[in-house]
């Protein structure tokens, strides 16, 4: 094989001969059909030739002779190659005769309908070298480049259809991909240049969509339009016909319906002053034509659950249509006239909110963020706003209702929720921190808050009638109790003192009712594991209370020994949740008190630790150094640390005495992991109490430097 692979080199290297097309389809066909060796040698061969300083030469009786479309590929590839790295250098007719070659090769294959959907890949490459060499010759060499496309595109309509494709292609080569490709001169001079001759190309866009009958050429003409959409000067959106053409012909055609809702968001998101006449007829027309195909009483999210493809991304097209529009011409939609509509709108948008898909629910979740945001910014204390303020929440009130029913219905997972269930329906540990889903929860935490701070008896009111729902057994499932308490974590501090003390003394009545209401282990573990996430989100709340914050720490050493998967990780995290945020309340005497709570739980370490595991150890011995950094007082504080290492300190002595008699104690594997864990101990200590950990260091330094030895 490795014979044939130099002759085939040789011979197809020799560009005195006249090429072998077979001997080169076979090369291209072991390329791409063959295994092993035979793959590598021929990868080697037509790597070579492509690298040949005149293989170009040879690529149009490749193109002309070869029946294989992937030896037609590769000699496109060629030829890209040529145009990408040397075109500079090569002499100007030869430059002049590649451009002739690529451009009647274009015409030749997309003359024909037929011709152009059989050999779209093929096109698809020609299209990209042409543009490739557009970037380098035009304006300056090829000055009647646009006059030549349109005035050819008058002639043929499926010739048409490409050059559509082509402009489509330079537009966004040169609009969206130039930074990093051409010289940010070159590319401004290059877009000066279509904006200046931009219009024959309108023109031809117009005549297509006011005159052709012919589906595909239209989708590629409003495909194209797209994309000249947010560069093209405003006078040819504003003030022509193309937005009623846009919305009155094309909107309601379901084949061409997601590429012109896609224009008119484009459209939406111009942000000037000078047009907002053209954008309230905008709006009020899309929505007229929106509510005939689609009407308001359709259920959207079952719609979208059954619906195909096309008819998805129509609902996504339609939530990114809105959000644009209301979010940059919210205020336009405000005024007296327009009020029912912009109603209609954002209950189109509510009931997208609904629809079980996250992208969706993500472009949906960023309108209600900012809208949220803007009315608390208004008046940040309810209360105290002036009456037109109040108009303008009171606009947005029923749908404000709605939405915060959605946000918590649907609220996502927080990192420190670690008990989960599975599709199996088991309850495990979570070890994965989803980033993806964090920001999601971050994003739909502070829409929330807002919406909270707005109208904190409506939050109040919905997260408690839909915790009846779970004691009642109505909407009882262990996903459904777990989207509500991240719920009701997240708008901590959101409500005025008093009120959220009573609703959260109401919450922990319901899930401890809850937890003794249900049977079964996991059951238990699911209701255990939120009621430590709530608390453990309240901290204003549990320092306001000592006694309840007293039986809630209690309450988590008693999950500490509770061996089902998962709930003694989340016992040890809300353990050092509550420790950073309630540290000095431990260290201090509090009313119906003896002492200092943090001396109960040194008296009880062993107890409290003997069932964790040794990572669960290390973060409980974080968490109580935090509570001991929180001791002012330097005396009080030694002694507390003294006790607080008591347990490592005695096993590392033992460890050390036994290694002074014997050294060989050290190497030990069981040995080496009990060292390994103390150290690990040492560094949570340290790691907590900063300064005030230099006295228990003094009293391991010099052994530890001597087990290093």
């Known amino acids: 094989m490795a014979t044939l692979g130099h002759q085939a080199a040789a011979a197809l290297l020799d560009f005195t001969q006249k090429l072998d097309i077979n001997l080169l389809d076979t090369v291209v066909g072991s390329m791409y059909d063959g295994n092993g060796e035979t793959q590598r040698i021929a990868q080697e061969v037509l790597t070579t030739l492509k690298e ?42 030869q430059c002049e005769g590649i451009k002739k070659y690529i451009v009647s090769l274009i015409i030749k294959t997309s003359s024909d309908p037929e011709t152009l959907e059989a050999n779209k890949t093929y096109l698809n490459k020609l299209n990209m070298i042409l543009v490739q060499v557009l970037k380098r010759e035009w304006p300056k060499n090829w000055e009647s480049f646009i006059p030549d496309i349109v005035g050819a595109s008058k002639t043929n309509e499926s010739l048409c259809q490409n050059n559509m494709i082509i402009l489509k292609l330079l537009s966004e080569e040169l609009f969206d991909f130039s930074s990093g490709q051409i010289t940010q001169t070159k590319a401004k001079h290059l877009k000066d240049t ?6 024959a190309i309108f023109h031809l866009c117009q005549f297509v969509l006011e005159s052709s009958q012919n589906p595909p050429l239209v989708n590629a003409t409003l495909e194209t339009l797209l994309r000249f959409l947010n560069w093209i000067p405003l006078g040819y959106i504003f003030e022509t016909k193309l937005i009623n053409t846009l919305i009155f012909k094309f909107l ?9 809702l896609k ?6 998101g111009v942000t000037v002053s000078n047009y907002d006449d053209m954008f309230v007829n905008l709006f009020n027309q899309t929505m007229s034509q929106l509510e005939i195909m689609l009407p308001l009483q359709t259920d959207i ?36 006239g327009q009020v029912e509509v912009l109603r209609n709108a954002l209950r189109y948008l509510v009931l997208i909110s609904e629809v079980e898909e996250v992208e969706i629910f993500k ?14 910014r208004e008046v940040p204390f309810s209360g105290t706003s002036p009456i037109f303020f109040g108009t303008r929440r009171a606009l947005y009130q029923e749908v404000l209702n709605k939405v915060r029913y959605i946000m918590i219905s649907r609220m996502a997972k927080p990192e420190e ?48 009638v839909k915790l009846q729902n779970q004691v009642n057994g109505s909407e009882w499932s262990w996903k459904n109790l777990n989207t509500l308490c991240w719920a009701i974590g997240s708008i901590s501090g959101a409500m005025h003192e008093e009120d959220e003390k009573r609703f959260l003394v109401t919450v922990i009545k319901d899930l401890l009712g809850l937890c003794e209401q249900k049977r079964g282990k996991d059951n238990k573990a699911i209701i255990a594991s939120n009621i430590m996430y709530v608390v453990g989100q309240y901290p204003r709340f549990l320092r306001a209370h000592w006694k309840f914050l007293k039986t809630v720490v209690n309450k988590l050493f008693e999950f500490m020994h509770e061996t089902h998967d998962g709930v003694q990780d989340m016992a040890c995290d809300t353990f050092i949740k509550i420790a950073l945020k309630c540290r000095r309340h431990f260290v201090t005497t509090q009313i119906g008190e003896s002492c200092p709570f943090i001396e109960d739980i040194l008296t009880s370490v062993s107890t409290i630790i003997c069932d964790l595991q040794q990572q669960q150890v290390h973060t409980f011995y974080e968490a109580v150094g935090y ?23 005695q096993v590392w002595d033992d460890i050390i005495s036994q290694a002074s008699k014997n050294v060989d104690i050290l190497k030990e594997l069981e040995v080496v992991k009990q060292l390994a864990s103390i150290l690990k101990t040492n560094v949570r200590a340290c790691k907590a109490l900063n300064h005030a950990y230099v006295m228990q260091l003094g009293r391991i330094y010099l052994d530890m430097l001597n087990v290093y030895k």
Request: glycine content about 2%.
């Open 627 to 649: 509570m001991i950094s929180a001791q002012v007082d330097t005396a009080t504080q030694e002694s507390l640390i003294e006790k607080y290492m008591l347990l490592p300190n």
């Open 263 to 268: 224009c008119l968001t484009e459209i939406a």
């Open 417 to 464: 929720v670690l008990v989960v269930e599975t599709d199996n329906g088991e309850v495990v540990r979570e070890f994965m921190k989803d980033t993806d889903s964090i920001n999601l929860y971050k994003n739909m935490r502070e829409t929330l808050v807002y919406l909270t701070h707005l109208d904190y008896a409506d939050t109040e009111r919905i997260m408690t």
């Open 301 to 336: 999210k079952s719609a979208y659950a059954c619906g195909q493809d096309q008819e998805q991304n129509f609902i996504q097209n339609l939530a990114l249509f809105l959000c644009t529009f209301l979010k940059e011409h919210g205020n336009l939609a405000e005024t007296a």
């Open 252 to 260: 309601t055609v379901p084949m061409f319906r997601n590429v012109t």
């Open 194 to 199: 279509m904006c200046s001759e931009f219009s």
């Open 363 to 376: 472009i949906c979740l960023e309108y209600w963020n900012t809208l949220a945001s803007e009315l608390y």
């Open 52 to 93: 040949h300083p005149d293989a170009w030469t040879r690529v149009d009786t490749i193109l002309e002779f070869s029946s294989n479309q992937q030896t037609k590929y590769y000699a496109l590839q060629i030829l890209e190659q040529v145009i990408k790295t040397r075109w500079k250098v090569l002499p100007r007719n």
